[in-house]
């Protein structure tokens, strides 16, 4: 089992931006994909932005061109970086793992942006 927890949400301004960080209990090796997911009050929770163990990347159609997912393998660390923020970004966003030997949540960081 891996523990994953988030941190670096807080109040943004509209237009500004904020990264948020994912730790995670342990390496990860083999396929594997990490991503973070939010969800606003009253939806249902959504993809936001996933990386695999090879690269690939891929970014709901509404955060393109403003988010970057990336993850730093010697720190087992994910991280979103968010720019642009827009008030329909707030939600509380979550990190996920996807692996063979394990899927795992964290317990999620809130994200507000409003002016």
């Known amino acids: 089992q891996v523990q994953l927890v988030e941190s670096g949400g807080g109040l943004v301004q509209p237009g500004g931006s904020l990264r948020l960080s994912c730790a995670a209990s342990?390496?990860?090796?083999?396929?594997?994909?990490m991503g973070w997911y939010r969800q606003a009050p009253g939806k249902q929770r959504e993809m936001v932005a996933t990386?695999?163990?090879?690269?690939?990347?891929n970014y709901a159609n509404s955060v393109k061109g403003r988010f970057t997912i990336s993850r730093d393998n010697a720190n087992n660390t994910l991280y979103l970086q968010m720019n642009s923020l827009k008030p329909e970004d707030t939600a509380v966003y979550y990190c996920?793992?996807?692996?063979?030997?394990?899927?795992?949540w964290g317990q999620g960081t809130q994200v507000t942006v409003s002016s």
């Open positions: 342990r390496s990860i090796f083999g396929f594997n994909v």
């Open positions: 996920n793992l996807d692996w063979y030997r394990a899927s795992s």
């Open positions: 990386v695999s163990s090879l690269g690939s990347t």
